[in-house]
Antibody, heavy 126, light 110 residues
Framework: EVLLVESGGGLVQPGGSLRLSCAASGFTFSSYWMHWVRQAPGKGLVWVSHIHSDGTSAIYADSVKGRFTISRDNAKNTLYLQMNSLRAEDTAVYYC???????????????????WGKGATVTVSS | EIVLTQSPGTLSLSPGERATLSCRAS???????LAWYQQKPGQAPRVLIY???SRAPDIPDRFSGSGSGTDFTLTISRLEPEDFAVYYCQHYVTSPPSLTFGGGTKVEIK
């Protein structure tokens, strides 16, 4: 079974740090781009970051650039999100998701997320 | 930056009816990188459509996607009780790379 399980969420004070982990199983983790997507309480989905399959390249939403760092350990089948300088507006459920990407082989190009974890809750509050 | 505007915000329909959801981009985008997701309360999202019109594996054929340029549509031909949920469109821009979700459309039971 293909599975993603997030962990590491919790309550943190503004300005604090937290590291989320996402354990992958049931597929060849090192072959896939991976994403973090968040959802504030009662709000919509917001993409946070993605990382290439080999970990050499990553991009971030402007709202987290310079504060969050995505990384992966392909030997441990685990994705990470290091979150620093946390703010109240970072309060959300954080989902990791597997990316399906084809930019190179015509005719069917695509970019979407096909497997999602259940999410980890991060609350930033004093 | 691409902005995706979904309408309506809420759609009130009865089981068996047809649902038509709109996703409008602030500028012309590649349909290849347009996807639709369904999210039920307390659950993670699930991909329905990718490449604007390709159904993801195991998605019933009552779900269909269409559109190009700035206007995209998700159609549910006959609503089943399990289809009442929130639906999001998503687009990825390759250069400079960025990803955007629409604000969502809630399909509720009338």
């Amino acid at each position: 079974e293909v599975l993603l399980v997030e962990s590491g969420g919790g309550l943190v004070q503004p300005g604090g740090s937290l590291r989320l982990s996402c354990a992958a199983s049931g597929f060849t983790f090192s072959s896939y781009w991976m994403h973090w997507v968040r959802q504030a309480p009662g709000k919509g989905l917001v993409w946070v970051s993605h990382i290439h399959s080999d970990g050499t390249s990553a991009i971030y939403a402007d709202s987290v650039k310079g504060r969050f760092t995505i990384s992966r350990d392909n030997a441990k089948n685990t994705l990470y999100l290091q979150m620093n300088s946390l703010r109240a507006e970072d309060t959300a459920v954080y989902y990791c998701a597997r990316g399906r990407v084809n930019f190179w082989s015509p005719p069917s190009y695509y970019y979407y997320m096909d497997v999602w974890g259940k999410g980890a809750t991060v609350t930033v509050s004093s | 930056e691409i902005v995706l505007t979904q309408s309506p915000g809420t759609l009130s329909l009865s089981p068996g009816e047809r649902a038509t959801l709109s996703c409008r981009a602030s500028q012309s985008v590649s349909s290849s990188y347009l996807a639709w997701y369904q999210q039920k309360p307390g659950q993670a999202p699930r991909v329905l459509i990718y490449g604007a019109s390709s159904r993801a594996p195991d998605i019933p054929d009552r779900f269909s996607g269409s559109g190009s340029g700035t206007d995209f549509t998700l159609t549910i031909s006959r609503l089943e009780p399990e289809d009442f949920a929130v639906y999001y469109c998503q687009h990825y821009v390759t250069s400079p790379p960025s990803l955007t979700f629409g604000g969502g459309t809630k399909v509720e039971i009338k």
